[in-house]
């Protein structure tokens, strides 16, 4: 059973600050592995998604790097800015029939101005 | 990417009573799911909703509890049936297109039980 842990659960750095976000999953199998975000009240936005055969992907100040046989993934935001407060997610998709995504609890971004 | 509608956005329930959220999407999705997010916790998804047939089930998840419907490709409805407070969470539907396309989620709708 595919399991994601992601660390830190909560992380609060001033703005203009790089960071990185961490994601963890005990199966290597996977499909892929998608980021989203999802902001108080709101659904999920996605981010980025890494194939199984990619090691990163990149959308303006962030990337996302993907190292299977560790079952890793990070998140890099670059430039940080008040904007990018929220909650991340990171999701790893089985294969088969139904892509069923299994979500870490996420890490909550606090950037202050 | 598709437009995913929710409704209702909220409620507040009493114990035992059962509640129909539905899910719109503005253009027609291969494969539409049902998710739960409790309190501090990740999401779980609860099932696949088919075109056409039964949905399918996670464990832990039965169709008695969350019967779910899909009469055409681009709306679904999740039911939580005779609810406890335990079921106070936030359900979301999310859709795709399978193979490396992301899923798309709705902004989810949050249930309070009584």
């Known amino acids: 059973k595919q399991e994601v842990t992601q660390i830190p659960a909560a992380l609060s750095v001033p703005e203009g600050e790089n960071l990185v976000l961490n994601c963890s999953f005990t199966?290597?199998?996977?499909?892929?592995l998608q980021w989203f975000r999802q902001d108080p009240g709101k659904g999920l936005t996605s981010l980025l998604l890494i194939q199984s055969s990619q090691r990163e992907q990149t959308s303006g100040r962030l990337n996302a790097s993907l190292d299977k046989s560790s079952g890793r993934s990070t998140l890099y935001i670059a430039a940080s800015q008040p904007g990018d407060s929220a909650t991340y997610l990171c999701?790893?998709?089985?294969?088969?029939?139904?892509?069923?995504?299994?979500f870490g609890k996420g890490t909550l971004l606090t950037v202050n101005p | 990417s598709a437009v995913i509608s929710q409704k209702p956005s909220r409620d507040i329930c009493q114990r035992g009573t059962s509640l129909t959220i539905q899910c719109q999407v503005d253009?027609?999705?291969?494969?539409m799911f049902w998710y739960r997010q409790q309190p501090g916790q990740s999401l779980t998804l609860i099932a696949t909703?088919?075109?056409?047939?039964?949905?399918?089930?996670e464990s832990g998840f039965v169709i008695d509890k969350f019967p779910i419907s899909r009469p055409n490709l681009t709306f679904s409805t999740l039911t939580v049936s005779n609810m406890s407070p335990e079921d106070s969470s936030i359900y979301l539907c999310s859709v795709g297109s399978g193979g490396n396309q992301p899923q798309h989620f709705g902004d989810g709708t949050r249930l309070s039980i009584l």
């Open positions: 909703a088919n075109q056409g047939s039964e949905a399918t089930y």
């Open positions: 199966d290597s199998a996977i499909y892929n």
């Open positions: 253009s027609q999705v291969t494969m």
């Open positions: 999701a790893a998709v089985s294969g088969g029939s139904n892509y069923k995504l299994t």
